[in-house]
């Protein structure tokens, strides 16, 4: 299954068998044209994601007073909800930090609950950059988190960040823009003319792979 989160892509393409019938209770994709079909009754399996984003962290109110109280409150649900609902995962789709450069108190924040969802509670996290991200700083020691259950992509790749999960891979694709997916794939750049161009070219390279 893909889910397709536009504000910062996060694709998560679920136990994809070999025999290319791509059926997995939740939902299938066909492989020829694409189409999200509806979830089908052979249920053979059922993985529970919290899907969130835009935390903004950072963000201040007309430019002095922090929210940062309002939003580790916010966070606390967030991990309430996955512990009660005992996920598999929990999907940060983006825009995590207010600013490319994030302050201190946010890195703080974010610091924070991190360790916790995935120290304490050990509940992974996969994480993708949006337009309001750091890429490159947010993907900061990314090999080495991943050892911890924090799993981040932070700009777009010529090969796709997949995470496997026993029988499940997670496809994570960040903010992208055209320039972007020019760069990363030249032999594409061609084709590429607007937005939809630009994650056709991608989503076609990522079934290519």
């Known amino acids: 299954m893909i889910y397709n989160d536009f ?13 290319d019938s791509y059926s997995r209770g939740i939902g299938r994709i066909c492989k020829e044209d694409g189409w999200i079909c509806p979830p089908c ?5 059922k993985m529970r994601f919290l899907h969130t ?15 940062a109280l309002d939003q580790k409150y916010v966070i606390e649900k967030i991990c309430q909800i996955a512990v009660d609902e005992k996920v598999d995962g929990i999907l940060l789709a983006g825009d995590v930090f207010d600013k490319s450069i994030a302050s201190a108190e946010a890195l703080h924040v974010y610091d924070e609950a991190m360790t916790y969802i995935c120290a304490t509670l050990e509940i992974p996290v996969y994480v993708i950059a949006g337009n309001h991200d750091g890429a490159e700083r947010i993907s900061q020691c990314n090999e080495l988190l991943k050892k911890s259950g924090l799993y981040i992509a932070g700009s777009l790749s010529d090969k ?19 320039d972007r ?11 590429i003319n607007s937005m939809e161009d630009a994650y056709k070219v991608v989503l076609d390279k990522y079934r290519e792979s």
């Not at 504000?7 to 025999?19: C, V, Y």
């Not at 009754?41 to 399996?45: E, F, K, S």
């Not at 997916?181 to 084709?191: F, I, L, R």
Request: charged share 20%; hydrophobic share 40%.
């Open 7 to 19: 504000n910062g892509i996060l694709l998560s393409a679920l136990g994809l068998p070999s025999d």
């Open 41 to 45: 009754t052979d249920m053979r399996r």
């Open 53 to 67: 984003s835009d935390w903004h962290l950072g963000m201040t109110f007309r430019g002095g007073v922090s929210y």
């Open 160 to 178: 796709p960040q997949v995470v496997n999960v026993g029988d499940v891979d997670i496809y994570l694709l960040p903010w992208i823009s055209t």
């Open 181 to 191: 997916v020019k760069a990363t794939y030249p032999d594409k750049a061609g084709e």
